[in-house]
């Protein structure tokens, strides 16, 4: 077991070495595909080096999930989620991964879902991503339904997630053996696709350490359905009314005709290139955009009076981690800048973790310019509405 557990640390490390590289090499490729002048060749290498980044990553990640599951270590970590919001960002994200396919995704979420659960949300929304990716990976063409439904009883409710797809399907001997750990689906040896099959196994052995369960009916030649239930505490049945009032305030508003509105955006990070990819993405904004390299320097500039709509913050620095410099910018008087963590620890909780700490938002690398842009919106959002309350209130 000790040798295990070594090797389980030592794979985590090497993960988040893996994600600051892969952070640069994603990030710089998703950049010199967007240009309009280059040739057809370069564009079409570019988005590959995206693509196979992202499954090297996806390696990575189930090589130390299937090692934690092997030795007892994988845990679950509950905490309160919007469900509606997770599986709204997992449909649009793997709608992007169809990329040329010939698919249509379609996407039914119950009306009745509850608006906060109590669960494991990273260990469900890999679960849902695996399907997703399944369900993609062996459709070449025609149609997927992601469907979520639920059953709500007594606090408790019964999370039941469908994915069909229209695609290859299975015999009945490949469905016997579709969840083993080792094994890889091979569908008459003819496949292009590639990977190691652990996703599906993970996805089971995850189903059943939260007291789930993962079916599968697959039809050779017409297409596969998996179904996944589980059940989770319910947190919030409804939508707060304050909640609700703001939401319907965020929807009004949009930065995609007008921008920004030079916004003033801090990167703090001693990596020069992970600086860079994130300068190339929020160049494409009208925002004024400032970096430093370290906890002090940036500590520095806050205490100056320099104001920042957000700052984004690495975790991993030297002299001064970015922990600690949240935990010295909070104490400085009149300090309310939302911090966005920006880190190459995905591990199991790190969001709660980070958010605990003070933090915002989360962000894993390697991150995309839609995750940016994502959590731009969100942040930006909240702070026009806060201001806009605030400014009802000194009127009043």
């Known amino acids: 077991m000790g040798d295990k557990l070594v090797n389980i640390e030592f794979l985590s490390s090497m993960s988040h070495e893996v994600r600051t590289l892969l952070n640069t090499i994603v990030g710089l490729s998703e950049d010199i595909s967007g240009y309009e002048s280059i040739p057809e060749e370069i564009r079409e290498d570019a988005e590959d080096l995206v693509t196979t980044s992202k499954k090297l990553l996806e390696l990575m990640e189930n090589i130390i999930d299937f090692s934690k599951i092997e030795s007892n270590e994988m845990e679950v970590v509950n905490t309160s989620y919007n469900p509606r919001k997770i599986f709204e960002e997992l449909a649009k994200i793997n709608e992007l991964n169809i990329e040329d396919k010939p698919i249509n995704l379609h996407t039914n979420i119950a009306s009745d879902l509850p608006y906060e659960l109590n669960g494991d949300k990273g260990h469900i929304e890999e679960i849902v991503d695996n399907l997703l990716n399944n369900a993609i990976k062996y459709t070449d063409g025609g149609d997927i339904w992601f469907d979520v439904s639920c059953t709500n009883d007594n606090g408790v409710c019964n999370l039941v997630i469908s994915v069909k797809d229209t695609g290859r399907g299975m015999k009945q001997e490949d469905i016997d053996k579709l969840f083993a750990k080792i094994d890889r689906l091979n569908i008459e040896r003819d496949t292009s696709e590639e990977g190691t099959g652990l996703g599906l196994a993970i996805s089971k052995s995850l189903a059943d350490l939260m007291g789930g369960s993962i079916r599968v009916e697959s039809v050779y030649g017409e297409g596969s359905t998996f179904v996944f239930s589980v059940k989770q505490n319910i947190s919030l049945m409804e939508e707060p009314d304050l909640t609700r009032t703001q939401r319907l305030k965020l929807e009004q508003i949009s930065y995609e005709d007008e921008g920004y509105g030079y916004k003033r955006v801090l990167i703090v990070d001693d990596n020069l290139l992970n600086i860079k990819v994130l300068r190339r993405i929020l160049e494409q904004s009208d925002l004024i955009i400032e970096e430093c390299h370290n906890g ?89 509405i806060l201001d806009e309350e605030n400014d009802a209130e000194e009127y009043e």
């Open 296 to 384: 002090a320097e940036c500590i520095d500039l806050v205490s100056n009076d320099i104001e920042y709509d957000a700052i984004f913050m690495d975790i991993m620095m030297p002299g001064m981690s970015g922990v600690e410099t949240l935990k010295r910018l909070k104490s400085i008087d009149g300090f309310k800048t939302p911090v966005i963590a920006l880190t190459a620890d995905a591990g199991d909780g790190a969001e709660q973790r980070y958010e605990s700490e003070g933090f915002v938002d989360y962000i894993a690398k390697p991150f995309s310019k839609i995750q940016i842009e994502k959590k731009l919106d969100t942040v930006f959002k909240q702070n026009d």
